[in-house]
């Protein structure tokens, strides 16, 4: 076959050089020239003030457009021009995404290319337009009074709509964008989302109890390590289309049988698998049936948006015997549900997912310290998001350091540092507070003392000090060097750190807004963090790092 040429507009900018590239893909070799396409009238938007449009990179072609002009001879046995033509281009692209780190741009189809021109020697002149235009919108096009009335009763309900139903969305955009793989990924953690949300509370209703739900998805050890809420023996549970089938044996009014939902959303999640464990590409119609098994199963098999979850303290009272007064005043004022898990091998852990507060205490903590725990994380966490007061934050390290690792130290150094605002606060008022710190101190000491020592390349030392010291700093000074003997030889960078620094955190005053900034700046030194993690100080305008920084001239990450 003569040589062909093909001329297309991309739906992004492509930023390489305008000489052409020799592509070899196949039998064919491509020659590919990428042009610069300045829109002559830009989008008057743009234009104005207070503009939100991505001007500096450009990724949507606001300011201009990309064109490529292929060139190529084929012979009879080459695959249709176009096709070959977009094999060579998605391989510019792939090399461009990955080279560049240009994570905007992705490989096309044909609906993708705007203005196609194919010239052949042999076949003349053609011409056609796609862009995934989805053909016309009429210009009558608007709310009928039905779709209005479900806006309206959505809007008067308050609350916003599931988050998974957001994925779910967000997963047909992936769909209809060409990104197939996204689109499965979002389209089976919408489904799995969904019902790993609503199982405790349909479980709860029909009144089956924590340990026949951990039955029926087979957790692991749970005689051993029986579940304490619906929601942790969900969350253990590792056959996930068995919750899937749980969730339509338990939706009112049952539309299909249980086994029916299931095989029809095998296809999704087998073709999910193979993307996240084998890092699989998939075809375009795979990704289109994948979408649509999940649609018409949360659509027509289950109802999922109206699941009641189980009452707030239940898992709570299930682990202590009883709420105490402290507690039940700390659910009604927040409004948080308290989801109870076994410990994963912490003393405690709090963390917010949503409107529940998944909690985690070890198996000999009494309800006085958990309750104390609660409240003092509790309170820790709003002291966090005080940015006018000193905190920690990762400066512009270059690339010395993994930004993933300084951004872990900074925030727990600072979680720590609040911490022992808070109990020394709630110790005021509670005497339980101090048991507490004594336990914490004893339990994580013996951890450490029987743990590998910390190599000097190993930067946990920082933490698990601030961690200590944070307890310490509610106990007597002179007891330090009894509760810390046996770091004194096994790890003497932990042993010496945190006695200084809990010195440094008893003196703080948990009402003085800037009463940390001392002991930020002690932690700061020790560490030797530099410019690394800065100290930054709102009240005196400056960044303590290898200096003392003005803030307006802080090498601070942003």
């Known amino acids: 076959m003569p040589d062909v040429s ?31 396409v ?45 096709y070959s033509f977009l094999d060579a281009l998605n391989l510019l692209i792939l090399h ?20 196609v021109t194919i010239n052949s020697p042999s076949e003349g002149v053609a011409h056609f337009y796609a862009g995934r235009g989805q053909a016309f919108t009429l210009p009558t096009t608007g ?72 039955d029926r998805l087979d957790v692991r050890n749970r005689v051993k390590k029986p579940p304490i809420s ?41 073709l999910r698998n193979r993307i996240a464990h084998q890092g699989a590409r998939i075809e375009r119609q795979d990704a289109t049936r994948a979408w649509g098994a999940v649609e018409s199963v949360l659509a027509q098999a289950l109802t999922l948006r109206d699941v009641q979850p189980p009452p707030p303290t239940l898992s709570w009272r299930a682990r202590f015997r009883g709420v105490r007064p402290e507690v039940k005043a700390f659910v009604t004022s927040t409004g948080k549900r308290l989801v109870l898990a076994r410990p994963d091998g912490s003393h405690f852990r709090m963390e917010q997912l949503g409107e529940d507060l998944w909690l985690r205490f070890a198996d000999d903590i009494t309800q006085p310290m958990a309750a104390a725990l609660v409240l003092s994380q509790w309170d820790a966490w709003g002291r966090a998001r005080r940015t006018n007061w000193p ?51 004893s339990r994580g000491v013996a951890q450490l003392a029987s743990a590998p020592p910390i190599g000097a390349d190993d930067s946990s030392w920082i933490t698990l000090s601030a961690l200590l010291a944070a307890q310490l700093a509610l106990l007597p000074k002179g007891g330090y060097p009894r509760r810390l003997r046996p770091l004194r030889t096994t790890q003497p960078s932990v ?12 003196g703080l005053d948990p009402d003085d807004e ?9 932690i700061h030194a020790d560490a030797l963090w530099l410019d690394t993690i800065m100290v930054v100080c709102p009240r005196e305008g400056v960044a303590y790092g290898s200096r003392r920084w003005p803030l307006s001239e802080a090498p601070l990450r942003q």
Request: proline letters at 6%; aromatic letters at 6%; a negative charge.
């Open 514 to 522: 800037h009463s940390r900034c001392a002991v930020l700046q002690r």
């Open 96 to 115: 461009v995404r990955d080279v560049f780190g240009e994570y905007w741009i992705r490989t096309l189809e044909p609906a993708d290319l705007h203005q």
């Open 38 to 82: 300045p829109r002559e009238h830009p989008d008057e938007r743009i234009a104005g003030p207070g503009t939100n449009m991505d001007l500096l990179v450009d990724r949507s072609g606001q300011l201009a457009y990309s064109r490529v002009t292929g060139q190529a001879a084929l012979d009879a046995a080459s695959p249709p021009p176009l």
């Open 391 to 441: 905190h920690l934050r990762p400066g512009q390290a270059g690339g010395l350091f993994l930004e993933g690792a300084v951004d872990l130290i900074a925030s727990e150094v600072q979680r720590f540092v609040c911490l022992a605002e808070s109990m020394i606060a709630e110790s005021k008022t509670n005497v339980v507070m101090r048991d507490v710190a004594a336990y914490i101190v």
């Open 143 to 214: 709310l009928t009074e039905e779709a209005n009335e479900r806006l309206v009763a959505a809007l008067s309900a308050g609350g916003e709509p599931p988050v998974w139903r957001q994925l779910h969305l967000d997963a047909r955009d992936a769909l209809e964008l060409g990104r197939d793989e996204d689109c499965v990924v979002l389209t089976w953690s919408a489904l799995e989302a969904a019902c790993r949300q609503a199982l405790p509370g349909m479980a709860h209703r029909a009144g089956r109890t924590v340990a026949q739900v951990a």
């Open 230 to 270: 619906f929601e942790e023996a969900v969350e253990r549970g590792g056959r996930v289309l068995t919750i899937v089938q749980m969730v339509a044996e338990l939706t009112q009014p049952r539309v299909y049988h249980p086994e029916t939902v299931r095989r029809s959303v095998e296809f999704p999640y087998l």
């Open 495 to 506: 042993y010496r750190a945190s006695a200084a620094w809990g010195e440094a955190l008893a």
């Open 6 to 36: 093909i001329v297309a507009a991309l739906p992004f900018p492509l930023r390489v050089d305008p000489t052409p590239y020799q592509i070899a893909g196949g039998r064919t070799t491509w020659s590919l020239r990428v042009e610069r």
